[in-house]
């Protein structure tokens, strides 16, 4: 057991955190989010270049990387900065690419910043839900015909190519079934409606209307996507935590500083015990959020996978949202204004809640996972 | 990052365990699981089992005959022994005193207290707190005079726990009224056979008889038993307390209550069906297994960064306060487990040689007062209150 990063880990974090911290300062964010793509291409090529995006893949993939720590650290820094370039989108995709060993090419331009994916799996009533698939993919001859509906796809406005989830076989809710596809975003019969989400990010509801694809736009084998997207979503939630994680260091520092800084009745706030006990709080929830990241990374490819991630899950939605509040409301109303930044920090901790499953989601399949566990161990 | 235990781990932890299957008497740890009250002797039998073993001190630096175990060693000998139900090991000499001694203390008092500690020949108790004097311990008044070689002592110290047992007693005592209070603190160690030391049971409110007060009244210690400086007490006393609170998390303690909770759980039913199957119970529990799984990384993260042997830093606050909390809910959570025979209490029940039928399940009797008497561990070691008071001073710059 060892609580230390490698050095070469250690410099990628320190490299995206330089990256951050020079280049990247709130008004270049808003500016990057506001623009018509809602990210720069060139910030995007700048990452890529540096590795970041191949840091997330493993060798065997052509990546330098690919470990749960990788996915961590990479992401935590992203967090601290707000970065609304495609990292998460990309990551999904090319995780579902990666670990069904198809479309090696695709994953290479992926790595390389070229081409962009999205991970086009959620649909309008499938909640959290991972084997809830309405869309279906018809085989005729060596084609698939793809039909439904995909909800709040992350980056998918600006995706070039989509990795979408289809129902070859099965009721709605059927684990079995299930296919992923790789499908050309400019694909006749492919309706993308792109729009903004409410902390700066943009997503998309897309529509597929007998979108028709080869056999070879199949990912992996037919019927069996969910460990797939089980793999997905593991490596999804753990970067989006990680990502919050980054975002509640920022909050927390401005709120500290803020608590130094700012005066009433003739001290600094932070004098008062009333706001330096919730501060404390604070901390210390802090780094149980960090110790179940930890968990939930070096459990990413073990049997304790889901567990470790749930618990991250649960964690971030519960302890962030007291943090991401507690920001606010120790700052007082400059903390409301859309100028200062702790705010957009707050909004971001809050709607990585939404991702990959809620606070609540994420205890109901502890319970399940426990329950699981305990009638194993009563047969056995 | 590595959450793997290396193969030296994996072989240290087999050891452990095996330790734990052979040597822990089985009259010890049926009562441990059962939460029987221990006695004295069983203490002391466990106490020397453990110090044949080379197991008592093991976390003390190699210089002084320990092992200087790192913090994933410590993490598993306590996990192991208490899902084996061994008994948590009396602090005060071995834990509290000891570190002092080992950092500021004389080589006579090393080499005599020391070894004595570790043979059980003098088992030790903590006068910090006074009546007037709890979160605010540097305002305490009990005295120490010099006169000659010796000093006289008068005064009053509370929350002894154990202090019936005890031979020995460390105590901060007030050698100075210049300056900050903190100043005129001296660190004292006293021989409780000298005449004029006075031992009165306090009970708690669930009936047991835990702490103490230890009244001194015209007692001479001699001089030599000052330990370090007169008026330097305070900063030994805070080293102290830091150590105090190093094993604090109870991480091992939470594992093994939280799998008697399961069990209970199981056996309770709620409209036929076992309680642990009922949704809001289940997100209770599963919420402390959240945290408790985070705080067990983060007091092995905490522990590590303490360099080999250096106390840890103010970030031990943290843990102090996550690790009482978690084992309060823990406690919270059995009682309600039990519905109504959460209330029948016969606390003769508790002593081993017990033979009348239980009321209600086995495991009942002592829950509710068990769930009482750790409220205490909020309030003791420096209250919550006061952790996060460090956390705020010493982290945080406010």
């Known amino acids: 057991m060892d609580f230390t990063h490698t050095d070469e880990r250690q410099m990628l974090a320190d490299m995206v955190g330089r990256f951050v911290r020079d280049q990247y300062d709130i008004e270049t964010r808003h500016a990057n989010a506001a623009s018509d793509e809602g990210f720069s291409r060139e910030h995007w090529g700048q990452l890529a270049e540096l590795g970041v995006i191949g840091a997330l893949f493993s060798e065997d993939v052509g990546g330098f990387g690919g470990a749960g720590f990788d996915i961590a650290v990479v992401f935590e820094q992203l967090g601290s900065g707000l970065v609304v370039e495609p990292f998460l989108a990309n ?70 190519k989509l990795v979408v989830s289809a129902r070859t076989s099965g009721d709605s809710d059927a684990p079995e079934g299930i296919s992923l596809f790789l499908i050309p975003a400019d694909a006749e019969g492919v309706h993308v409606r792109g729009y903004p989400t409410v902390d700066g990010y943009r997503a998309a509801e897309i529509a597929l209307k007998d979108v028709v694809v080869p056999a070879e736009a199949l990912i992996g084998e037919e019927g069996q996507a969910l460990a797939i997207i089980e793999q997905v979503n593991a490596a999804g939630t753990l970067a989006v935590s990680a990502e919050a994680l980054g975002a509640i260091n920022v909050g927390i520092d401005m709120t500290l500083e803020y608590l130094k800084t700012r005066k009433q009745f003739g001290v600094p706030i932070g004098k008062f015990q009333a706001l330096q006990h919730r501060m404390a709080d604070m901390m210390t929830e802090r780094e149980q959020i960090r110790s179940a990241l930890i968990n939930a990374a070096g459990h990413l490819h073990s049997s304790e996978r889901n567990w470790n991630v749930s618990a991250l899950k649960n964690l971030v939605g519960r302890a962030g949202r007291n943090i991401a509040e507690e920001c606010i409301q120790m700052h007082g109303g400059i903390a409301m204004t859309w100028e200062y930044a702790v705010g957009h920090y707050s909004k971001r901790i809050i709607m990585i809640d939404h991702l990959f499953g809620d606070e609540d989601h994420h205890l109901r399949r502890i319970i399940k996972l426990g329950a699981a566990a305990a009638a194993t161990a009563t047969v056995t | 990052m590595d959450l793997n235990y290396t193969p030296e781990e994996q072989a240290y932890q087999a050891e452990i365990r095996s330790f734990f299957a052979d040597k822990l008497p089985t009259e010890i740890s049926s009562k441990v699981k059962a939460k029987k009250r221990l006695t004295k002797q069983d203490m002391e039998n466990w106490h020397a089992i453990l110090n044949t073993a080379g197991y008592l001190n093991a976390h003390w630096p190699e210089e002084f005959g320990g092992k200087g175990w790192n913090a994933i060693q410590r993490d598993i000998f306590d996990v192991e022994g208490n899902a084996a139900g061994a008994p948590r090991v009396v602090p005060f000499g071995l834990n509290m005193l000891a570190p002092v001694l080992m950092a500021f203390g004389s080589k006579e008092q090393q080499s005599f207290h020391l070894p004595r500690i570790l043979d059980g020949t003098n088992w030790w108790c903590q006068g910090y707190s006074e009546p007037g004097s709890g979160s605010d311990l540097a305002s305490l008044k009990m005295s120490a005079v010099r006169e000659g070689d010796e000093y006289v002592l008068n005064g009053q110290k509370t929350w002894t726990t154990l202090g019936q047992y005890a031979n020995w007693i460390f105590c901060l005592v007030r050698t100075g009224k210049e300056g900050k209070p903190q100043e005129g603190i001296s660190f004292m160690l006293v021989d409780m056979d000298t005449p004029g030391v006075e031992v009165r049971p306090i009970i708690l409110l669930e009936g047991t008889h835990e702490v103490n007060e230890v009244w001194f009244t015209d007692v001479r210690v001699p001089a030599a038993n000052l330990v370090g400086e007169e008026n330097k007490g305070w900063t030994y006393a805070k080293y102290l307390l830091v150590h105090e609170r190093s094993g604090i998390a109870g991480v091992g303690d939470a594992l093994a209550s939280i799998d008697h909770l399961k069990h209970i759980a199981r056996e309770q039913k709620l409209d036929g069906k076992p309680l642990a199957e009922d949704p809001m119970f289940a997100a209770r529990l599963a919420e402390i297994e959240v945290d408790l799984s985070a705080m067990r990384t983060t007091n092995m993260r905490i522990m ?95």
């Open chain 2, 304 to 398: 590590q960064a303490a360099s080999d042997g250096a106390p840890p830093g103010p970030e031990v606050s943290m843990l102090k306060i996550k690790g009482t909390v978690l084992r309060q809910s823990i406690n919270d959570l059995t009682r309600r487990a039990l519905g109504p025979y959460a209330m029948p209490f016969v606390s003769e029940a508790l002593e081993m040689g017990y033979n009348e039928e239980p009321i209600g399940p086995d495991y009942a009797n002592p829950v509710s007062a068990d769930y009482f008497n750790h409220r205490k561990t909020s309030i003791y070691g420096g209250s919550n209150e006061i952790q996060r008071n460090i956390i705020s001073k010493m982290m945080m710059g406010l």
């Open chain 1, 91 to 160: 990551l999904l995709a090319g995780t579902a690419l990666a670990a069904s060993n198809s479309h090696a090419d695709t994953l290479e331009e992926l790595m390389a910043g070229s081409t962009l994916l999205a991970w086009a799996h959620g649909e309008p009533a499938s909640r959290y839900s991972l084997n809830q698939v309405e869309t279906t993919a018809e085989k005729s001859g060596s084609e698939f015909r793809l039909n439904g509906n995909k909800a709040v796809v992350i980056s998918g406005d600006t995706a070039d």
